[in-house]
């Protein structure tokens, strides 16, 4: 058990359906336990309470009657399952309240009811009727409990009646033949899921309860994970968060981690894991100590990581530059480096300014007329890299090579990668560049 671990004195989560000061009572329940009191101050009055399965409804229902108990006497029939026709509706209640119905005639049975009730009525004692799975139970059956919990004029109050379901038995009570039922209707409440600003405090609750302190139990990023992997579902908070504790204290760590939460409920409890594709989480879930919170860290998708791309500027004089982006070097062959390091080379050389070329190393040269790196020959680039341009030039005319002397963008590249990227200034080098090459021709 995760008792001693955390320093409590209970469970955090009470077995079957939380009672008394168990109960979690938000802003929102303390106003819907307002208007129920209200609601059941008359003794043959209906509430409904629907939602999805797990939200509260029955710790609700439960509530509220406990609440009128406080004030008189009170007899309860629970109907978890639902009747399958009128008469096994009339077995369950009297089953309930503690008659034999098999011994009797259906008449008979239906005489006792009513006796049963004029008899609570007389020693002050409310009944209360409270039927769950109320959206499963055919609209007759529905109509008959209308007429058993009915007043009537030789003195029987009739019964309260508290209908639970699934979202449908709001408009199942729409149904023609529902509609005295539907009359008697004084409350009607939705429950939904928790919203992570409740969940946060039911759980501070539920830690309170227990003797122990919020903040020592959940570390940070515990409750957004507990959200995401339960729906804001409170049955199935308190499976996962329980199971949570335990790997925890298990583990030895400190506090209950997002990590721990996600294997508490996808690997154990077998939940749908909420993390978006894309998203990958390190295999590190639990703390190694008391007091330090290793969590679940999430790398960003694709199109989240920034695109760096690192230009390194070489000036060959003052109007001529040779861009070399790290990343293309990286990816082409070693003649790609070797020739961007001969330009910084050449750049004092006297050399430099009477051959007066720029190159760019590219990282596509395949498309037609692009030449690029991969296209000089071997004795072109020695003599590129010695500055002998008296010899470079017959050998770059005689391969019927032309140097790009563009340095804008290749047309292969993406703009985007570029973030200087200005296409003026590349017209304007272009121009500057072609001027040069005119020359370098016209000299050899």
Known sequence: MYL????????????GIARDGAVF????ERDALAHAA????????VIVLHGPPGVGKTTFAATAIGAAA??????????????????????????????????????????TWRQFLIEM????????????????????????????????????????????????????????DLAELKQRVRLTRRFSPYDEATLQQYLAHCVRAAGGDFDSVFGAGAVAALRAHTGGIPRV?????????????????????????????????????????????????????????PDVDAVPPPDEIPVLTEQVDVDLDAEDAVEVSNDAVEERSED?????????????????AAFGYAVEARTDASEPGDAGLDDLSPELVDA????????????????????????????????GLDPGHDPGRDRAQRGEADEAASKLRASA
């Not at 209200?38 to 009055?45: H, Q, V």
């Not at 925890?248 to 209950?256: D, E, H, I, Q, S």
Request: proline fraction near 6%; aromatic fraction near 4%; include cysteine.
């Open 4 to 15: 001693e671990h955390f320093g409590l004195d209970k469970p955090l989560f009470d077995d």
């Open 25 to 28: 009572v938000g802003a929102a």
């Open 38 to 45: 209200l609601a059941l101050t008359s003794r043959d009055s």
């Open 70 to 111: 406080d004030s008189s006497r009170v007899a309860t029939a629970w109907l978890a399952t639902p009747a399958l026709s009128a008469y096994e509706m009339l077995e369950l209640l009297l089953l309930d309240f503690g008659f034999d119905p098999y011994k009797e005639t259906r008449v008979e049975r239906l005489q």
């Open 121 to 176: 009525a007389a020693t002050d004692t409310r009944i209360f009727i409270a039927v769950e799975h109320a959206d499963d139970v055919d609209p007759a059956v529905l109509k008959a409990l209308a007429a058993l919990s009915a007043a009537d004029p030789n003195g029987c109050p009739g019964a309260n009646v508290v209908l639970m379901g699934r979202d449908p038995l709001a408009d199942r009570l729409n149904a023609p």
């Open 237 to 293: 908070i308190n499976h996962v968060a329980e199971t949570a504790l335990g790997l925890t204290a298990a583990r030895g760590a400190g506090r209950v981690t997002a990590g721990l939460i996600r294997m508490a409920a996808v690997e154990v409890c077998g939940l749908a894991d909420p993390a978006p594709s894309g998203r990958t989480e390190t295999s590190e879930t639990a703390e190694p100590g008391r007091g330090s919170e």
């Open 336 to 352: 790609a480096a070797t020739f961007a390091a001969g330009g910084a080379a050449a750049e004092g050389s006297g050399d430099a």
């Open 384 to 415: 590129i890299l010695s500055g002998d341009d008296a010899v470079a030039a017959p050998l770059g005319r005689d391969l019927g090579f032309a140097l790009d002397l563009d340095l804008g963008l290749d047309p292969g590249l993406d703009p």
